[in-house]
């Protein structure tokens, strides 16, 4: 049996031999505004050590899980803050030994929010909710909520601060979903003047309530006729813009980021349909008010079908914003390069393998 050091000196000479000595450069330096210097180093990948400590409030939803996945890849050591103990299981084994590091949380408490993003130098709010419930409304998420990490990463000196939003937060929306991303934006401004706003469109991939719930509940999308114009992304795109905020020293303001396209409700119905082979809903058009009236009803289950806020925003259009995407360093992709892998097993067993068709836009 060689002994751990025998095996490391072996390791050492085949990585030398094989000329993959990797030398520091200006490149593994980063400068953050407070002046702290972080200086990477290693083989790049999942066991580099990228220098950074992030924390991701949020880390168990739809978004956070991929981030955390991107900055474990980065050699990135990741405060996971989590709620519930079997909510955080699957985040373990996107880092290193030790580098998803999970901290027990809760959005009241300011002593765990305090010791879950002390030794960070840059934090992630990604906290967010499609719904009210009595223990948490919209307000109580986007606005309190995102104020009190904003204030208390302030506090502690954290450098860095990123902000998920959504491109459609407006303070005269209709929504009060919209409404309060908009309220939380101006308090997070308020506490922390130089933090990131991050404003991505709606997003898809997978679990997704996107096109995964277009293929369960298309009467849901068929709302205002299907005529509502949306901007979808893919939730890898976000993602990765994200994780490349990490290395950059600073970038205040505003981050808009929705999907290269305008697409309406109905061709994106169309496209489910034709990807899944299943034939369009014949379900009729519901009127707005009997819509919301079912909504209120299907909140009833512990896990709602749909809220009527999301009703409220079947018919407002994304808002026509250009694109941030280069100050992030990504190209975002088309709905239609990645509709088979999220809605395959939708298709029945004698139309799994048949090719993919893709409907006609129209502009």
């Known amino acids: 049996m060689l002994s751990a050091s025998h095996v490391l000196r072996v390791q050492r000479v085949a990585v030398s031999r094989g000329k993959m000595v990797f030398q520091r ?48 890849r980065m050699g990135t050591q990741v405060i996971v803050p989590y709620r519930e103990e079997d909510e955080k299981r699957h985040l373990k084994p996107m880092g290193d030994l030790g580098q998803i590091v999970p901290m027990e949380w809760d959005i009241r408490n300011e002593d ?10 840059i934090v992630y709010n990604l ?40 491109l459609n937060a407006s303070t005269s929306s209709t929504s009060h979903f919209y409404r309060t991303k908009a309220e939380g934006e101006e308090r997070v401004r308020d506490v922390f003047p130089s933090a990131t706003i991050v404003r991505p469109g709606s997003m898809y991939g997978c679990e997704d309530k996107f096109l995964n719930n277009m293929a369960s509940w298309p009467i849901w999308w068929k709302l205002n006729h299907g005529e509502t114009k949306i901007r979808p992304v893919h939730v890898m795109d976000v993602a990765q813009a994200l994780a490349n905020l990490m290395p950059i020293p600073q970038i205040a303001g505003t981050l808009s980021l929705p999907g290269p396209s305008t697409l309406t409700m109905e061709y994106l119905l169309d496209l489910v349909s034709s990807v899944t082979y299943i034939p369009p809903s014949s379900a009729p058009v519901l009127p707005k008010s009997i819509a919301l009236a079912l909504a209120k009803v299907a909140q009833a289950p512990w896990w709602p ?47 799994f393998v048949r090719p993919v068709v893709l409907p006609a836009r129209f502009s």
Not at 112 to 121: A, G
Not at 326 to 349: C, F, K, M, Q, W
């Open 25 to 72: 450069a200006l490149h593994d330096l980063v400068t953050l505004p407070d002046r702290k210097p972080i200086i990477s180093h290693g083989t790049p990948g999942y066991s580099a050590v990228s220098g950074h400590v992030a924390t991701v409030f949020g880390c168990t939803g739809f978004l956070g899980r991929y981030l955390v996945s991107k900055l474990g």
């Open 112 to 121: 765990q929010i305090t010791e879950c993003l002390r030794h960070s130098d």
């Open 127 to 166: 906290v967010g909710r499609e719904y009210e419930t009595k223990n948490f409304k919209y307000s109580d998420v986007h606005v309190t909520g995102a104020e009190r990490i904003a204030k208390i990463a302030s506090q502690a000196g954290v450098p860095r601060l990123v902000h998920v939003s959504h």
């Open 305 to 351: 079908l749909i809220s009527p806020d999301e009703v409220e925003r079947r018919y407002l259009d994304d808002v026509d914003v250009p694109g941030d995407w280069n100050a992030v360093g990504v190209v975002p992709d088309e709905i239609e390069n990645h509709a088979i892998t999220y809605l395959r097993r939708y298709r029945s067993a004698e139309n």
